[in-house]
C-alpha cells in the first residue's frame, strides 16, 4: 500500500543526499549552515505523506523496483509499525544538530554538514530497506560518515575514540554480511519480507542468531561491547553525540525486532536467557558506572547502556506488553537523551568544560536551561507524567510477568537512574559556582529554545497521551509475535533417545528408534 502521491520513502532517503551536492556550491560558511537547516526542514515537509500511515499489521508505502534480477535483487521501501517512527526520528533529529551546531563547529564546516546529511540518509535507509542488500548497504554508509565526525571534529582523543568506533561497528558489520549471505543461500531471496515468513532448520538459526547478535550488540551497545560508546560520545562533538544517541543505536535494537523474532524464532526463543541476562547486566552496570562519572557526557553515555538494556529485554520477554515497552523506550531515548547531549554542548560552549564541579551552581544564573534540564533528567529516569515513564513501565510490568526474579533484579536500574541523574542536577542547580565566570553567561539563545522546545512537548505529550503511539505499533506487534509463537516450534532440535537406544535419521527426513518406533 502507498498512498503517497510520490515515493516518499526514496525521497526521503535521497533528498538529504542531493542536498549535500547542493553543499557543494556554496562559498561562505554561513551559507552552507542556512542551505542544510532549510533542506532539514524540506526534508520534514516531505515526510507529510507518512502520516497517512494506518494502525495495522504489514507494510506500508511499499516501494519495489527490480535491481539485478539475475542476482535477485531488488529495491524494495517500506514501513510498518516497528519502523515508521524510528524514521520518523531520524528525520527530525537532523534540523536538531544543525542547529545545536551552529556556533559548535568553527573548522570545514561544510564537510561537517555533507557528513550530517549522509548520515539521515543512511538512517532513514536502514529503517525502509526491504531487502537485504539495500539494508546492508546503508547500514555501512552510515560507519564512514560516523567516523569522520568523530575524528575530524572530536576532542582530545578523537583518533582513538574514532578507530575504536570503526573497529567494533565494522567487525559487526562482518558477521551481519556473513548472516545475510547465509539467508540467501539457505532462503534463496534478499527480500526482508519473504525471509521473515520462512522455517529454517535450528541448527541453521543458532548461527545466523549468533550473527545477528554480535552485529547487533555492538550497536546497541549491549554489555560486554559497550565500550565504544563512551569513548566515541565524549569525543565526539554534540550533533555526532546526538544521532549516535537518539537513531544509531535503535539500529541494533531494531536489527532483533526485524530479523532475529522473526527469521530464526526458535533461537531467538533458545537464547532468551542469555539475552535477557545480558540486558539486566547492562541496565546494572551502565547505572552504577553512571554513577561515578564526573564528567556529564560521560555519565549521559553510559545511562545509553542501562536505557537501551530495557529495551532489550523488553524484546527477549516475547510479550505484547513487552515489546510495546522496548519501541515506545527507543523512540524515549532518542528523544531525551538526545535533548540533553543538545544541552551539554549547548554549556560547554559556555564553561568550555563537561565536568560536572566547573557547571555547577547553573540555577542561580541560567534557570532557563536548568529548567529544560530538569525536564529531560527527570523524563530520562522515568517520573511520571514524562514520556520515559511509559516505556519503562511497560518494560518492569512485563518482566515481572515473565519471571518475577527479573524484574526484581531490573527494578534497582530504574533506582539507578533517578539516583545519578539527581546527584548531577542537584549539584548543576544549586551546588557552589567554582568562579564569578558564570555569573556573565546568557540564558538559553533564541537558536537554543527552538531546538529544546520540541524535544520538551514530545516528552509531555507522549508522557500523558501514549495510547495514539501504542495504538500505531501494536498491530504489527501482535503480528510479529502471532508470527513467533506460531514458528518457534517449527525448527526444534533433534529429540533425545532414552539412553541405551539408538537413533536411525530415515530418508523422509524422521526419526526412528532401534525398536522401529517413529518421531517425526
Same mark, same amino acid.
Given at each position: 500500500?502507498?498512498?503517497?502521491?510520490?515515493p516518499?520513502?526514496?525521497?526521503?532517503?535521497?533528498?538529504p543526499?542531493?542536498a549535500?551536492?547542493?553543499?557543494?556550491?556554496?562559498?561562505?560558511?554561513?551559507?552552507?549552515?542556512i542551505?542544510?537547516?532549510?533542506?532539514?526542514?524540506?526534508?520534514?515537509?516531505?515526510?507529510?505523506?507518512?502520516?497517512?500511515?494506518?494502525s495495522?499489521?504489514?507494510f506500508?508505502f511499499?516501494?519495489?523496483?527490480?535491481?539485478?534480477?539475475?542476482?535477485?535483487?531488488?529495491?524494495?521501501?517500506?514501513?510498518?509499525?516497528?519502523?515508521?517512527?524510528?524514521?520518523?526520528?531520524?528525520?527530525?533529529?537532523?534540523?536538531?544538530?544543525?542547529?545545536?551546531?551552529?556556533?559548535y563547529?568553527?573548522k570545514?564546516v561544510?564537510? #561537517?554538514?555533507?557528513?550530517? +546529511?549522509? =548520515? *539521515?540518509? !543512511?538512517?532513514v535507509?536502514? @529503517? $525502509?530497506? &526491504?531487502?537485504?542488500?539495500?539494508?546492508?548497504?546503508?547500514?555501512?554508509a552510515?560507519?564512514?560518515?560516523?567516523?569522520?565526525?568523530?575524528?575530524?571534529w572530536?576532542?582530545?582523543?578523537?583518533?582513538y575514540?574514532?578507530?575504536?568506533?570503526f573497529?567494533?561497528?565494522?567487525?559487526?558489520?562482518?558477521?551481519?554480511?556473513v548472516?545475510?549471505?547465509?539467508?540467501?543461500?539457505?532462503?534463496g531471496?534478499?527480500?526482508?519480507?519473504?525471509?521473515?515468513?520462512?522455517?529454517?532448520?535450528?541448527?541453521f538459526?543458532?548461527?545466523?542468531?549468533?550473527a545477528?547478535?554480535?552485529?547487533?550488540?555492538?550497536?546497541?551497545?549491549?554489555?560486554?561491547?559497550?565500550?565504544w560508546?563512551?569513548?566515541?560520545?565524549?569525543?565526539?562533538?554534540?550533533?555526532?553525540?546526538?544521532?549516535?544517541?537518539?537513531?544509531?543505536?535503535k539500529?541494533?535494537?531494531?536489527? #532483533?525486532?526485524?530479523?532475529? +523474532?522473526? =527469521? *530464526?524464532? !526458535?533461537?531467538?526463543?533458545? @537464547? $532468551?536467557? &542469555?539475552?535477557?541476562?545480558?540486558?539486566?547486566?547492562?541496565?546494572?552496570?551502565?547505572?552504577?558506572?553512571?554513577?561515578g562519572?564526573?564528567d556529564?557526557?560521560?555519565?549521559?553515555?553510559?545511562?545509553?547502556?542501562?536505557?537501551?538494556?530495557?529495551?532489550?529485554?523488553?524484546i527477549?520477554?516475547?510479550?505484547?506488553?513487552?515489546v510495546?515497552?522496548?519501541?515506545?523506550?527507543m523512540?524515549?531515548?532518542?528523544?531525551?537523551?538526545?535533548?540533553?547531549?543538545?544541552?551539554i554542548?549547548?554549556?560547554y560552549?559556555?564553561?568550555?568544560?563537561?565536568?560536572?564541579?566547573?557547571?555547577?551552581?547553573?540555577?542561580?544564573?541560567?534557570?532557563?536551561?536548568?529548567?529544560f534540564?530538569?525536564?529531560?533528567?527527570?523524563?530520562?529516569?522515568?517520573?511520571?507524567?514524562?514520556n520515559?515513564?511509559?516505556?519503562?513501565?511497560?518494560?518492569?510490568?512485563?518482566? #515481572?510477568?515473565?519471571?518475577? +526474579?527479573?524484574?526484581?533484579? !531490573?527494578?534497582p536500574?530504574?533506582?539507578?537512574?533517578?539516583?545519578?541523574?539527581?546527584?548531577?542536577?542537584?549539584?548543576?542547580?544549586?551546588?557552589?559556582?567554582?568562579?564569578?565566570?558564570?555569573?556573565?553567561w546568557?540564558?538559553?539563545?533564541?537558536?537554543?529554545?527552538?531546538?529544546?522546545?520540541?524535544?520538551a512537548?514530545?516528552?509531555?505529550?507522549?508522557?500523558?497521551?501514549p495510547?495514539?503511539?501504542l495504538?500505531?505499533i501494536?498491530?504489527?506487534?501482535?503480528?510479529?509475535?502471532?508470527?513467533?509463537?506460531?514458528?518457534?516450534?517449527?525448527?526444534?532440535?533433534?529429540?533425545?533417545?532414552?539412553?541405551?537406544?539408538?537413533?536411525?535419521f530415515?530418508?523422509?527426513?524422521?526419526?526412528?528408534?532401534?525398536g522401529?518406533?517413529?518421531?517425526g
Amino acid at each position: 500500500m502507498n498512498p503517497s502521491p510520490y515515493p516518499v520513502l526514496t525521497v526521503l532517503t535521497f533528498w538529504p543526499l542531493a542536498a549535500s551536492l547542493l553543499l557543494a556550491f556554496c562559498r561562505k560558511e554561513s551559507q552552507v549552515r542556512i542551505v542544510t537547516l532549510i533542506a532539514s526542514l524540506i526534508e520534514v515537509v516531505l515526510a507529510y505523506p507518512l502520516l497517512a500511515f494506518q494502525s495495522k499489521e504489514g507494510f506500508q508505502f511499499l516501494e519495489h523496483i527490480p535491481w539485478a534480477p539475475d542476482w535477485g535483487l531488488n529495491y524494495t521501501m517500506g514501513v510498518d509499525g516497528i519502523s515508521i517512527f524510528m524514521v520518523w526520528l531520524s528525520i527530525f533529529t537532523l534540523p536538531l544538530c544543525v542547529l545545536c551546531s551552529w556556533t559548535y563547529i568553527g573548522k570545514r564546516v561544510k564537510e #561537517f554538514h555533507v557528513c550530517l +546529511l549522509l =548520515m *539521515t540518509m !543512511a538512517c532513514v535507509g536502514v @529503517f $525502509a530497506a &526491504l531487502d537485504l542488500v539495500l539494508f546492508y548497504f546503508f547500514w555501512e554508509a552510515l560507519l564512514i560518515p560516523m567516523y569522520l565526525m568523530i575524528a575530524i571534529w572530536g576532542g582530545d582523543e578523537k583518533r582513538y575514540a574514532s578507530l575504536k568506533f570503526f573497529i567494533y561497528t565494522l567487525a559487526g558489520s562482518t558477521v551481519l554480511l556473513v548472516a545475510i549471505v547465509a539467508l540467501r543461500v539457505v532462503g534463496g531471496t534478499f527480500s526482508i519480507p519473504e525471509l521473515m515468513q520462512m522455517d529454517f532448520s535450528f541448527r541453521f538459526q543458532y548461527w545466523v542468531f549468533l550473527a545477528f547478535f554480535l552485529a547487533f550488540a555492538i550497536k546497541v551497545p549491549m554489555f560486554p561491547f559497550h565500550t565504544w560508546l563512551p569513548a566515541a560520545h565524549v569525543q565526539a562533538p554534540s550533533a555526532g553525540s546526538v544521532i549516535l544517541a537518539a537513531v544509531l543505536l535503535k539500529m541494533g535494537t531494531y536489527g #532483533f525486532l526485524r530479523f532475529s +523474532l522473526p =527469521m *530464526t524464532p !526458535a533461537a531467538s526463543e533458545y @537464547f $532468551a536467557p &542469555l539475552m535477557i541476562a545480558i540486558s539486566l547486566a547492562s541496565i546494572l552496570y551502565g547505572g552504577l558506572v553512571a554513577l561515578g562519572q564526573t564528567d556529564i557526557k560521560k555519565l549521559i553515555a553510559y545511562s545509553s547502556v542501562a536505557h537501551m538494556g530495557f529495551v532489550t529485554l523488553g524484546i527477549f520477554v516475547f510479550s505484547v506488553q513487552g515489546v510495546q515497552g522496548a519501541i515506545f523506550q527507543m523512540l524515549n531515548h532518542g528523544i531525551i537523551t538526545g535533548a540533553l547531549f543538545m544541552m551539554i554542548g549547548a554549556i560547554y560552549e559556555r564553561s568550555h568544560s563537561r565536568d560536572i564541579g566547573k557547571n555547577m551552581g547553573l540555577g542561580k544564573f541560567l534557570p532557563f536551561f536548568m529548567f529544560f534540564w530538569g525536564l529531560f533528567g527527570f523524563a530520562s529516569f522515568g517520573f511520571p507524567g514524562t514520556n520515559g515513564f511509559i516505556g519503562e513501565f511497560l518494560v518492569l510490568a512485563a518482566a #515481572f510477568k515473565f519471571k518475577t +526474579l527479573v524484574g526484581i533484579i !531490573a527494578v534497582p536500574g530504574a533506582l539507578l537512574a533517578a539516583a545519578y541523574i539527581l546527584k548531577v542536577t542537584l549539584k548543576m542547580a544549586w551546588g557552589e559556582p567554582p568562579s564569578p565566570e558564570g555569573k556573565g553567561w546568557l540564558d538559553l539563545k533564541k537558536k537554543e529554545w527552538v531546538y529544546l522546545v520540541g524535544p520538551a512537548i514530545l516528552v509531555i505529550y507522549l508522557g500523558l497521551a501514549p495510547s495514539g503511539f501504542l495504538n500505531v505499533i501494536t498491530p504489527t506487534v501482535s503480528a510479529t509475535l502471532t508470527s513467533f509463537e506460531s514458528r518457534k516450534s517449527n525448527a526444534l532440535p533433534a529429540p533425545k533417545a532414552p539412553e541405551g537406544t539408538t537413533l536411525i535419521f530415515t530418508e523422509e527426513g524422521g526419526v526412528t528408534s532401534a525398536g522401529g518406533e517413529k518421531n517425526g
